[in-house]
């Protein structure tokens, strides 16, 4: 009897679906296919089929036997993610499959000192042998202060972007010449970095000959599990396919059965199919199980249907096969069952003290029995399927549990190069925390967050910290107090994007800090509690940064009054309220930078600075703003770092419309586009916003339809937050401007679903504005105008705002207008009418006279 059915059942719609986004993929239509489905069902299997003929070179190209095209030249790369998820094996599945890459075509990652290897070292360490020192260095600025990570990392979201633009890049380049398949198998154990790293992918590949096909477990998606929220985004992505396995039939379940006995289907027992399909619901990984289950004797026919004695649990009859094999094979699964598979030969050689040959004999009968299957690696092992190895480590006696892992623990420390580099911190901080040895579990977390931070890896760098925190007051020296740590974690859950935990964690920190004994520490808490309020709309964050600039000067801590003073001064500038201090912020940054030997602080504090003088029309600075502004451009392009290339194009794109000089802002948002696109680059928010600043300038030159382009391109780059928000006012402004007043109330709506920025005068002034004219156009409310108007005449900082301002009294004066015309016609039509009474009124008196 086989172990595995040898046909391939029930899937033909699936696999003719894939095989027809390959052959798309081919034609230059990237896509992402994500398959689910409960454990057993086959998602594996049906990658198997689908990707086995791709790696055959006997097997021409053209149309396979199932139909659909089979392109030539189709490169397959493979990773899984590993069942540690989000505890903090970053990038697992990338890792594998460039590792793949790696090995067969070297020279895909460019030359050894070139910028794509440089990023791309930060996912494979060994891709760093060879290059030199200075090309080595990533292009950023000291990410430490006296051990502290500085809140700010300057570049440091960018620097992820980089990452991951390297990927894409690489990605691209592959699927230029021959078609690339990238299978991620696995998603519901993914890491946070891995989704993200996904979803960004699914959003950036365009016009590239890549499929990315991904595999998760449906029934492993609790309610709060973090792949839900994430499929459900990526169905919102053009592109993103999805393909949900359900279980076999009843005739395919026997067909199934048949092909495993290798009978037909008349030669099986009477009701023996029938019965499998009701134990195993259509399952094929448990009708397999099944049919072992109760095969007997040397012909390996199924037992008589009276004569099942089939286990009433799943973990039951999985452990059927293995409980059949000899004892000290069994022990052996034990054992491997505790280790993160896939597992090597030579780690199983010292974790057994065995020989060679007696491992072999321990191995064979559980290859034999097909519970074990070779892994990833030439030398290496895992079980068939998960079930099984979860079935036998949930055989573990606590005791035992513990010790295996603190045997495996100690040999990873003595054996470093038994696991991948990036790979062997994470791992020891998970043998040691389940081996309940606390002290060394704490200092396994510490460095393994250090590992995931290197590799921009913030969810994971976030995780670990957080298994720190919980295992401080459980060892005897920390070696690092407290407080600290606590500003580390919140550092990690900002930069991962949770601003409500680092704001937590922060208070918690302040409270422990003497800012007296620490002003740096205390300084650095305040500046990072003023981002995270900025983030979330809190206010603008200028009552914590004024505490952190009391803190420290720039003669004792230049590194740290830099990142404060850089804050300030773009805050100062979105908010308009004090322009003077804006320019001085800003300068001294300048000065700052000059001093730490900071370009990338150099240049920020540029662009406010001309962001600032640009603005300021009345005070006739708005050339050398001007001017200002495209030097920092040429500087930042020589710097290369994207964000602040971004930041550098949207900037003089604004200021430049502030001047009424709209054809000219059009063209800088244009140059800006392709700058970013010429570098491989798709960083979200940039894109947006240079879109969107393209639509208001269009807008002004009466080119509504480029502008509806232009902000239908920024919706295609999927813009998070506000952003998103933003671009949804403006297709509701043009809308209006056309009379459309249900389209303006739909996009209206879906502008609303994210909380304005109050304080930020490029979001509170259009919103104010927006409300007027809503009241004028949509509810014709010159009490709701009124009251909206208010608002702005309730922070005279606005008028200080020479760009949005006066756009707010026009729309106010023009609703008055047609206000009092309105009021006027009421008039005119009352006192027609009463005219019309009177009349008839004589009228009906004389008539009555007479």
Same mark, same amino acid.
């Given at each position: 009897?086989?172990?595995?059915?040898?046909?391939?059942?029930?899937?033909?719609?699936?696999?003719?679906?894939?095989?027809?986004?390959?052959?798309?993929?081919?034609?230059?239509?990237?896509?992402?296919?994500?398959?689910?489905?409960?454990?057993?069902?086959?998602?594996?299997?049906?990658?198997?089929?689908?990707?086995?003929?791709?790696?055959?070179?006997?097997?021409?190209?053209?149309?396979?036997?199932?139909?659909?095209?089979?392109?030539?030249?189709?490169?397959?790369?493979?990773?899984?993610?590993?069942?540690?998820?989000?505890?903090?094996?970053?990038?697992?599945?990338?890792?594998?499959?460039?590792?793949?890459?790696?090995?067969?075509?070297?020279?895909?990652?460019?030359?050894?000192?070139?910028?794509?290897?440089?990023?791309?070292?930060?996912?494979?360490?060994?891709?760093?042998?060879?290059?030199?020192?200075?090309?080595?260095?990533?292009?950023?600025?000291?990410?430490?202060?006296?051990?502290?990570?500085?809140?700010?990392?300057?570049?440091?979201?960018?620097?992820?972007?980089?990452?991951?633009?390297?990927?894409?890049?690489?990605?691209?380049?592959?699927?230029?010449?021959?078609?690339?398949?990238?299978?991620?198998?696995?998603?519901?154990?993914?890491?946070?970095?891995?989704?993200?790293?996904?979803?960004?992918?699914?959003?950036?590949?365009?016009?590239?000959?890549?499929?990315?096909?991904?595999?998760?477990?449906?029934?492993?998606?609790?309610?709060?599990?973090?792949?839900?929220?994430?499929?459900?985004?990526?169905?919102?992505?053009?592109?993103?396919?999805?393909?949900?396995?359900?279980?076999?039939?009843?005739?395919?379940?026997?067909?199934?059965?048949?092909?495993?006995?290798?009978?037909?289907?008349?030669?099986?027992?009477?009701?023996?199919?029938?019965?499998?399909?009701?134990?195993?619901?259509?399952?094929?990984?448990?009708?397999?199980?099944?049919?072992?289950?109760?095969?007997?004797?040397?012909?390996?026919?199924?037992?008589?249907?009276?004569?099942?004695?089939?286990?009433?649990?799943?973990?039951?009859?999985?452990?059927?096969?293995?409980?059949?094999?000899?004892?000290?094979?069994?022990?052996?699964?034990?054992?491997?069952?505790?280790?993160?598979?896939?597992?090597?030969?030579?780690?199983?050689?010292?974790?057994?003290?065995?020989?060679?040959?007696?491992?072999?004999?321990?191995?064979?009968?559980?290859?034999?029995?097909?519970?074990?299957?070779?892994?990833?690696?030439?030398?290496?092992?895992?079980?068939?399927?998960?079930?099984?190895?979860?079935?036998?480590?949930?055989?573990?006696?606590?005791?035992?549990?513990?010790?295996?892992?603190?045997?495996?623990?100690?040999?990873?420390?003595?054996?470093?190069?038994?696991?991948?580099?990036?790979?062997?911190?994470?791992?020891?901080?998970?043998?040691?925390?389940?081996?309940?040895?606390?002290?060394?579990?704490?200092?396994?977390?510490?460095?393994?967050?250090?590992?995931?931070?290197?590799?921009?890896?913030?969810?994971?760098?976030?995780?670990?910290?957080?298994?720190?925190?919980?295992?401080?007051?459980?060892?005897?020296?920390?070696?690092?107090?407290?407080?600290?740590?606590?500003?580390?974690?919140?550092?990690?859950?900002?930069?991962?994007?949770?601003?409500?935990?680092?704001?937590?964690?922060?208070?918690?920190?302040?409270?422990?800090?003497?800012?007296?004994?620490?002003?740096?520490?205390?300084?650095?808490?305040?500046?990072?509690?003023?981002?995270?309020?900025?983030?979330?709309?809190?206010?603008?964050?200028?009552?914590?940064?004024?505490?952190?600039?009391?803190?420290?000067?720039?003669?004792?801590?230049?590194?740290?009054?830099?990142?404060?003073?850089?804050?300030?001064?773009?805050?100062?500038?979105?908010?308009?309220?004090?322009?003077?201090?804006?320019?001085?912020?800003?300068?001294?940054?300048?000065?700052?930078?000059?001093?730490?030997?900071?370009?990338?602080?150099?240049?920020?504090?540029?662009?406010?600075?001309?962001?600032?003088?640009?603005?300021?029309?009345?005070?006739?600075?708005?050339?050398?703003?001007?001017?200002?502004?495209?030097?920092?451009?040429?500087?930042?392009?020589?710097?290369?770092?994207?964000?602040?290339?971004?930041?550098?194009?949207?900037?003089?794109?604004?200021?430049?419309?502030?001047?009424?000089?709209?054809?000219?802002?059009?063209?800088?948002?244009?140059?800006?586009?392709?700058?970013?696109?010429?570098?491989?680059?798709?960083?979200?928010? !940039?894109?947006? +916003?240079?879109?969107?600043?393209? &639509? /208001?300038?269009?807008? *002004?030159?009466? %080119?509504?339809?480029? #502008?509806? =382009?232009?902000?239908?391109?920024?919706?295609?780059?999927?813009?998070?937050?506000?952003?998103?928000?933003?671009?949804?006012?403006?297709?509701?402004?043009?809308?209006?401007?056309?009379?459309?007043?249900?389209?303006?109330?739909?996009?209206?709506?879906?502008?609303?679903?994210?909380?304005?920025?109050?304080?930020?005068?490029?979001?509170?002034?259009?919103?104010?504005?927006?409300?007027?004219?809503?009241?004028?156009?949509?509810?014709?409310?010159?009490?709701?105008?009124?009251?909206?108007?208010?608002?702005?005449?309730?922070?005279?900082?606005?008028?200080?705002?020479?760009?949005?301002?006066?756009?707010?009294?026009? !729309?106010?004066? +023009?609703?008055?207008?047609?206000? &009092? /015309?309105?009021?006027? *016609?009421?008039? %005119?039509?009352?006192? #027609?009418? =009463?005219?019309?009474?009177?009349?008839?009124?004589?009228?009906?008196?004389?008539?009555?006279?007479?």
């Amino acid at each position: 009897m086989r172990q595995v059915s040898p046909v391939f059942v029930g899937r033909g719609p699936e696999l003719s679906k894939l095989r027809s986004l390959l052959a798309a993929a081919a034609g230059g239509e990237p896509a992402v296919v994500v398959v689910g489905g409960d454990a057993g069902i086959g998602k594996s299997r049906l990658v198997e089929e689908f990707v086995r003929p791709l790696l055959d070179p006997e097997q021409a190209p053209g149309p396979s036997a199932e139909g659909g095209e089979r392109p030539a030249d189709v490169r397959v790369l493979i990773g899984g993610c590993a069942e540690l998820g989000d505890e903090g094996v970053a990038y697992a599945p990338f890792v594998a499959a460039l590792r793949q890459l790696l090995r067969d075509c070297p020279s895909a990652f460019g030359d050894s000192n070139g910028v794509r290897r440089r990023e791309l070292s930060w996912l494979l360490p060994e891709l760093s042998e060879g290059m030199s020192a200075e090309a080595s260095a990533p292009a950023r600025m000291e990410r430490h202060v006296e051990g502290l990570p500085a809140v700010a990392r300057a570049g440091e979201i960018s620097a992820r972007g980089r990452l991951f633009d390297a990927v894409l890049g690489l990605l691209e380049d592959l699927g230029s010449d021959e078609t690339l398949l990238l299978v991620l198998e696995d998603l519901h154990w993914a890491d946070r970095s891995t989704r993200d790293l996904l979803g960004f992918l699914a959003r950036s590949l365009r016009e590239s000959q890549v499929l990315i096909a991904a595999t998760y477990r449906t029934d492993d998606l609790h309610r709060g599990h973090p792949l839900r929220p994430f499929l459900a985004e990526a169905d919102r992505i053009r592109g993103v396919h999805r393909i949900d396995l359900g279980p076999l039939t009843t005739g395919e379940s026997a067909e199934q059965l048949a092909s495993i006995y290798g009978r037909t289907g008349r030669d099986l027992p009477p009701g023996f199919a029938e019965e499998v399909f009701a134990r195993a619901e259509g399952n094929p990984f448990f009708t397999e199980e099944l049919a072992c289950a109760v095969t007997e004797g040397t012909g390996g026919m199924p037992a008589d249907v009276g004569g099942f004695a089939l286990s009433d649990t799943l973990r039951d009859l999985l452990l059927i096969k293995v409980e059949q094999l000899p004892e000290p094979t069994q022990r052996m699964l034990r054992l491997l069952s505790a280790a993160l598979p896939p597992v090597d030969h030579r780690f199983l050689l010292l974790v057994t003290g065995t020989t060679d040959d007696e491992l072999n004999e321990l191995i064979r009968p559980a290859f034999q029995a097909h519970i074990l299957v070779p892994g990833e690696g030439p030398t290496s092992y895992r079980f068939r399927h998960a079930l099984l190895r979860e079935a036998v480590h949930n055989e573990l006696l606590p005791g035992e549990h513990s010790a295996l892992h603190r045997r495996y623990a100690e040999l990873l420390e003595a054996e470093p190069s038994l696991v991948a580099a990036e790979m062997r911190e994470v791992e020891l901080a998970h043998h040691w925390y389940s081996a309940r040895d606390y002290p060394r579990a704490y200092d396994a977390a510490l460095k393994a967050a250090e590992t995931a931070d290197a590799r921009y890896a913030y969810a994971e760098e976030h995780q670990m910290l957080e298994r720190a925190l919980d295992l401080w007051d459980q060892v005897p020296e920390p070696g690092l107090d407290y407080a600290r740590l606590l500003y580390k974690t919140a550092c990690a859950a900002h930069l991962a994007g949770d601003p409500h935990r680092a704001l937590s964690l922060t208070d918690k920190a302040l409270k422990r800090v003497d800012p007296a004994q620490e002003p740096e520490l205390a300084a650095l808490l305040h500046h990072l509690r003023s981002r995270d309020h900025h983030v979330l709309g809190r206010g603008d964050g200028m009552a914590d940064i004024w505490a952190a600039l009391d803190l420290v000067d720039g003669e004792s801590s230049p590194q740290v009054r830099v990142q404060i003073t850089n804050s300030a001064s773009f805050i100062k500038m979105l908010t308009s309220d004090d322009i003077d201090a804006a320019l001085r912020f800003a300068e001294e940054t300048a000065l700052l930078a000059d001093k730490i030997d900071s370009d990338l602080y150099r240049i920020a504090a540029a662009i406010t600075k001309g962001t600032v003088l640009a603005g300021q029309v009345s005070l006739g600075t708005h050339e050398e703003g001007l001017a200002n502004l495209r030097q920092a451009i040429i500087d930042a392009l020589g710097y290369g770092d994207p964000g602040i290339i971004g930041r550098g194009y949207i900037n003089l794109c604004s200021a430049l419309e502030t001047l009424d000089r709209h054809q000219e802002a059009v063209q800088v948002a244009r140059a800006g586009l392709a700058e970013l696109k010429r570098r491989g680059v798709r960083l979200r928010i !940039a894109e947006s +916003m240079l879109w969107t600043n393209m &639509a /208001e300038s269009l807008m *002004a030159l009466g %080119r509504w339809d480029e #502008a509806v =382009a232009a902000l239908n391109s920024s919706l295609d780059v999927d813009p998070p937050g506000i952003h998103g928000s933003s671009t949804h006012e403006y297709l509701a402004d043009l809308a209006m401007l056309r009379g459309d007043h249900d389209t303006a109330r739909a996009e209206l709506a879906l502008g609303a679903r994210t909380p304005s920025r109050g304080f930020e005068h490029q979001y509170a002034l259009p919103g104010i504005r927006r409300e007027i004219e809503k009241a004028v156009w949509l509810t014709r409310s010159i009490t709701e105008a009124r009251t909206a108007f208010q608002a702005f005449l309730d922070k005279p900082q606005f008028l200080g705002d020479e760009r949005y301002a006066w756009r707010v009294l026009t !729309a106010m004066a +023009m609703a008055e207008a047609d206000h &009092a /015309e309105t009021t006027r *016609a009421a008039a %005119r039509t009352a006192a #027609a009418r =009463a005219d019309t009474a009177a009349s008839a009124v004589v009228a009906a008196l004389a008539e009555r006279a007479g």
